[in-house]
């Protein structure tokens, strides 16, 4: 495997490259897991519970069973006997509720599923589950929000996790001698990932082989996990996923409706194709759990941070347990060496949390980065000047030296371009017409991570190249790059660049999550060039060879060609000569010692404009600066998009977005139309520019991955502009129209 940490070769490929596959997906060309249509095949269609907590006793199917084209309805009394994946992120297998469907009769969530009825059309299905009547066992005793546990002081709720708390020196004892002190408490409201594709699975098997097309963000997780369950070889089973209409998180692992369709699949000895509806979405396919959080920041006269203590909670299910850590970033965030950090779970009646797009920073950089603006009010001091004070020149929570950071220019670049020094600090003293102005600000940051990663690199004599990776693109542009860097190392044309992933038959590649495929794939892909770079030279070096017995050291590639001394050879006429289609080669790479030596963080800074009109209630945000340090982007025009997408995100998370439930624990606004995301007509200008400094310690591209950092700070950064506008400190997102009359 090659362990490339900066020191084997620097590559410079930056380049701005629209999306290749963009136009596959405008013309309806891109195959997503829904759009695949079997031979022979059936449609399942989930029953769901219409209960919050208790008991199954029955199920009442004659009804649903005479009822046109109906093939069987599969539940707990006459479900396969599986067996329940180990879970284990290292065997990456893992799965987003580890209780195999209709494994008992117990009730833990609305939307949960008692049964999936097959028949064979979609419409069939549909009505025949609408008549699968159940009996119930109620349980009354349930809860649905945490937020209505929290005393208001003291500790949060919840039961605090052993293994995530940590501190550094004795924040204790900092805060009690501390001049300025602080204590607030903090909430998120649950999300919702509101993909733009729904959750498909469409399962086949032919003998004992399984192939399943599903929208996944790691085809290699849910093929190893498929495997543990139906208790057959990795190598039976294939997870197709070409494209995906995003996921943000909420198809990292797979969820109980993919293991039901294959079971059923089995059974009936036909295809059978399984989507869900956009309310089974928002039932059963995760979400990012609600928050409470309690931040106390104990300074001296000057700013200087003495003490942080960052306590958090969040939801987890008696389905599955989450821990969104949402105070895990903390102690790395600025120069302190007090700190203190604890993370609690309460248990709630819902289908498990899962991690959405930068789980628990973007919930824990809100409170924090909120706290810090209260802190700055409380000092009469710029918030940007307090955060300046506090910059950690090392990471403070393990002393290593930072890979590459630009913090400071970040805050300093994109606070010019905003126009902060125009900001007045007195609230509500800004206006224009009828509108008060307020300015807000927030640090921006992600942890940079690198996983291990194969792929295959090919030559074919045509001239175009191949190269695969068992990744895939979840609509952020691993397509893209990885033809550009294919492009690069070979001087062939990015049209010329055939790109396979999203087929875990392919040489194992990362999750799409974490922000880490960039910076875990390119190094893979590198590698296999390499290898199949030594195929073409033994193939030259050998008897009859153009270049035969030469040293294969001294030989060269460039731009398509082998060169030895002065002469040169065209690779097509090499593989021709050999009567050889394709040559390739599988090559492997990880992260190698790095991790002791440094530690990797992207940061940045965003800044806000909103704008509050008393006289009709409206809030909007007018403007958006952010500038982001993420090592070199790849591919800039992409990684700015990815840093608008989490702008987007962030303000759903600051204004509008919030599932709700009622007495009965029944989510209502579960679609669409009720549940308030941000839309175009929302968005204000948005002014993303990204740093240039390559990150080599982390890999060769010097690139850390940009799909999560976006969303970070734009939360708190909108709530700190509304204080400044109104003097009214709203610490309870999304900051909904009510909260502020
Ligand atoms: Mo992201 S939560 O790693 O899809």
Redesign the pocket.
């Known amino acids: 495997m090659t362990t490339d940490t900066g020191k084997t070769r620097e590559h410079n490929l930056s380049a701005e490259k629209p999306r290749i596959d963009g136009t596959l997906k405008l013309t309806g060309g891109a195959d997503y897991a829904a759009d695949r249509n079997l031979p022979n095949q059936t449609w399942g269609y989930p029953v769901t519970s219409t209960i919050t907590s208790g008991k199954l006793v029955s199920l009442e199917l004659d009804e649903a069973l005479a009822m046109p084209g109906v093939l069987d309805i599969f539940h707990h009394d006459n479900f396969d006997r599986l067996s329940r994946s180990p879970n284990s992120f290292a065997e990456e297998n893992l799965t987003s509720e580890p209780r195999l469907p209709f494994e008992d009769n117990e009730i833990h969530y609305q939307g949960q599923y008692i049964a999936l009825v097959v028949a064979d059309t979609l419409n069939h299905a549909r009505a025949a589950a609408r008549k699968v009547r159940a009996n119930y066992e109620r349980s009354d005793d349930f809860l649905t929000d945490i937020r209505t546990l929290d005393r208001g002081e003291g500790d949060l709720p919840g039961e605090e996790q052993s293994g995530d708390a940590s501190s550094l020196g004795d924040a204790d004892s900092a805060l009690e001698s501390a001049s300025v002190r602080l204590d607030q408490r903090y909430t998120i409201a649950q999300e919702n990932h509101s993909v733009m594709e729904m959750h498909a699975s469409v399962a086949q098997w032919e003998n004992d082989m399984l192939t399943i097309y599903e929208s996944s963000?790691g085809v290699v997780f849910q093929r190893n996990a498929l495997a543990k369950i139906f208790g057959i070889p990795p190598e039976k089973v294939t997870v197709i996923s070409h494209f995906i209409g995003s996921?943000?998180?909420?198809?990292?692992f797979m969820w109980p409706h993919a293991i039901m369709t294959a079971v059923a699949a089995r059974r009936l000895g036909r295809p059978v194709k399984t989507v869900l509806s956009r309310q089974q979405e928002y039932l059963a396919t995760g979400y990012r759990p609600t928050s409470l959080q309690r931040v106390r920041l104990g300074a001296d006269d000057s700013g200087r941070l003495l003490s942080i203590h960052h306590d958090g909670c969040n939801e987890s299910s008696p389905a599955g347990k989450h821990d969104d850590t949402v105070s895990g970033a903390t102690p790395k965030m600025y120069d302190c060496g007090n700190v203190a950090v604890t993370n609690r779970l309460v248990t709630v009646n819902k289908c498990p949390p899962?991690?959405?797009?930068?789980?628990g920073e973007s919930s824990g950089n809100f409170a924090l980065e909120t706290a810090l603006d209260e802190l700055a009010v409380q000092l009469d001091m710029d918030p940007l000047e307090l955060r300046k004070k506090n910059f950690a020149d090392k990471d403070p929570a393990s002393g290593l030296p930072w890979s590459s950071n630009h913090l400071r220019e970040c805050w300093d670049n994109a606070a010019s371009r905003f126009g902060w020094d125009k900001r007045n600090a007195t609230p509500g003293a800004m206006k224009d017409g009828d509108e008060i102005i307020g300015y807000g600000m927030a640090t921006q940051s992600w942890e940079a991570m690198r996983q291990h990663c194969s792929a295959r690199f090919g030559f074919r004599a045509d001239g175009s190249l191949l190269v695969a990776c068992g990744t895939q693109d979840?609509g952020t542009g691993t397509y893209t790059i990885v033809a550009q860097t294919a492009s690069k190392l070979t001087g062939i044309p990015i049209e010329m660049i055939d790109v396979r992933l999203g087929d875990s038959s392919l040489p194992s590649g990362p999750?799409?999550?974490?922000?880490f495929a960039t910076s875990t794939v390119l190094p893979a892909v590198s590698a296999a060039f390499d290898e199949a770079v030594s195929q073409l030279k033994t193939l030259a070096t050998a008897e009859g060879g153009a270049f035969e017995n030469a040293d294969t050291d001294a030989i060269e590639f460039q731009d398509g060609r082998l060169v030895h001394g002065g002469q040169s050879v065209d690779v097509t006429q090499l593989l021709k000569d050999n009567q050889l289609g394709l040559v390739d080669a599988v090559g492997s790479a990880q992260p190698g010692d790095e991790q002791s030596q440094y530690s990797f963080r992207s940061f940045g800074a965003v800044f806000v404009e909103i704008r509050w009109d008393p006289g009709i209630s409206r809030l909007r945000v007018a403007r958006v600066v952010s500038t982001i340090d993420i090592g070199r982007a790849i591919n800039p025009m992409t990684a700015r998009n990815q840093v608008e997408g989490g702008i987007v995100m962030g303000m759903g998370m600051g204004l509008f977005e919030q599932a709700e439930f009622d007495h009965s624990g029944y989510p209502y606004n579960n679609n669409l139309a009720d549940y308030i995301l941000p839309v175009n007509a929302d968005m204000p200008e948005v002014d993303v520019e990204l740093l240039d400094y390559p990150d080599y310690h982390h890999n060769a591209f010097g690139a850390r991955g940009v799909?999560?950092i976006g969303l970070t700070g734009v939360a708190a950064a909108i709530s700190n502009a509304v204080y400044n506008a109104t003097g009214k400190r709203i610490r309870d997102m999304p900051i909904s129209i009510e909260k502020m009359l």
Do not use: T, V, Y
């Open positions: 963000q996921g943000f998180g909420s198809k990292l899962c991690p959405m797009r930068a789980p979840i999750l799409s999550g974490g922000s799909g999560e």
